[in-house]
């Protein structure tokens, strides 16, 4: 509901030894009359400044995105130490426009310096995941972890854009585990849009999260809030990739699907279409993401359309609805009276593979047509 001001500050030490990083606080205030207080995000995991050494910043306000602004003048303040008092250490004042947010291709992405968080972060693909009365759009990014050891990613937030500056908030996938070096998160920021918006007319603006502490009620505990991001970027996405035509080597990143093998039965006096397969399944171990939400729904559509069987399958767990990584086999069956009357003239089916990104929400990553009532080796 707001907009964010944020001021990009370098500190430098250029004494001949090394201090203690202060504590930074600072105000706003707009049009010589509206002031507001600001806060200090330091995302380096300094607690020192070494002698000619640097570190980045940021001073951060908000206001209402309806406001005004002509003129900002933004103070810097420091807390004296074992005091609630603050000390004015410099004022800046800016009128005019303000630095438009830095446009990169998702391919090409953009790097995160902060010392203990220092990463690349790419835009891989977007996908648009078909519901009944709505859409959800998800980037898939790419986040490789730059630390010589292992660290937790960097959070990230922001939304998507259209071209005529309509904006969808965007939730950003955590990831919990921690990322060894050279190590990659596939992380997902999606977003419920209309039906009809366009992946193609739509930008990702990304930023480091901006984490608030806020009293949660329940004995005054804290917890840390979403309250925007800084440092963002805008990226131009990838085109949205079609449907391939083949059910081998299916991209579900940091999966690799190939369904190997295909057979149909149906079972006459119980009314039962069985269904079975044998597939592949590829893990990169380097990558991690949470795929606890997403599914990988198989689907037998017949050619008039009018029958259609799905099963949704996990990415993780061992029960028998899970993929599991390695060569495996699966059996899937329906009940279904109508269907198996129709059993003289049966013709083609589609096989579909989609991937779900959350209940409801799904994209059809491959297709293949192929005969009722065959046992067939699908490798070529």
């Not at 918006?197 to 739509?202: L, P």
Request: without cysteine; negative net charge; proline residues 3%.
């Amino acid at each position: 509901d707001d907009d964010l001001i944020i001021a990009n500050l370098t500190l430098e030490n250029n004494g001949d030894s090394t201090v203690p990083l202060p504590e930074f606080t600072g105000k706003l205030t707009f049009n010589d009359k509206i002031e507001k207080d600001a806060s200090v995000s330091d995302n380096n995991k300094l607690i020192a400044i070494s002698p000619g050494a640097k570190t980045e910043l940021q001073l951060v306000g908000r206001v209402p995105y309806t406001f005004e602004i002509d003129k900002v003048n933004l103070v810097l303040q420091q807390k004296e130490t074992g005091s609630t008092e603050t000390l004015d250490l410099v004022e800046f004042t800016h009128s005019g426009e303000f630095t438009q947010i830095q446009s990169v291709k998702g391919n090409i992405g953009f790097k995160i310096s902060d010392v203990g968080s220092r990463s690349d972060v790419k835009v891989r693909n977007i996908f648009t995941y078909k519901g009944q009365g709505a859409d959800v759009l998800g980037a898939q990014l790419m986040i490789t972890n730059e630390e010589k050891r292992t660290t937790q990613m960097q959070q990230l937030a922001g939304y998507f854009e259209k071209s005529d500056g309509t904006v969808y908030p965007a939730t950003f996938q955590k990831l919990s585990e921690k990322l060894s070096p050279g190590g990659v998160a596939v992380v997902y920021a999606t977003s419920t849009v209309p039906k009809g918006v366009e992946s193609s007319d739509v930008r990702l603006v990304i930023g480091k999260a901006l984490l608030e502490q806020s009293s949660s009620g329940a004995g005054n505990n804290l917890d840390e809030v979403l309250a925007g991001y800084v440092a963002p970027y805008s990226v131009i996405l990838p085109e949205e990739k079609e449907r391939q035509n083949g059910l081998q080597d299916i991209d579900i990143k940091p999966f690799e699907l190939s369904i190997n093998r295909i057979a149909t039965e149906i079972y006459f006096a119980s009314s039962l279409l069985k269904f079975n397969f044998d597939y592949t399944l590829t893990q990169d171990l380097l990558a991690k993401a949470d795929y606890k939400d997403q599914k990988i729904v198989i689907e037998l559509k017949d050619q008039n359309e009018q029958s259609v069987f799905s099963k949704e399958l996990s990415l993780s767990g061992t029960d028998e609805t899970a993929l599991k990584v390695g060569t495996n086999s699966m059996e899937l069956s329906w009940t279904d009276d109508k269907f198996v009357m129709k059993i003289q003239t049966l013709k083609d089916y589609e096989l579909n593979v989609y991937h779900e990104i959350q209940p409801g929400y799904k994209k059809l990553l491959a297709t293949q047509k192929l005969p009722w009532l065959v046992n067939r080796t699908l490798v070529n």
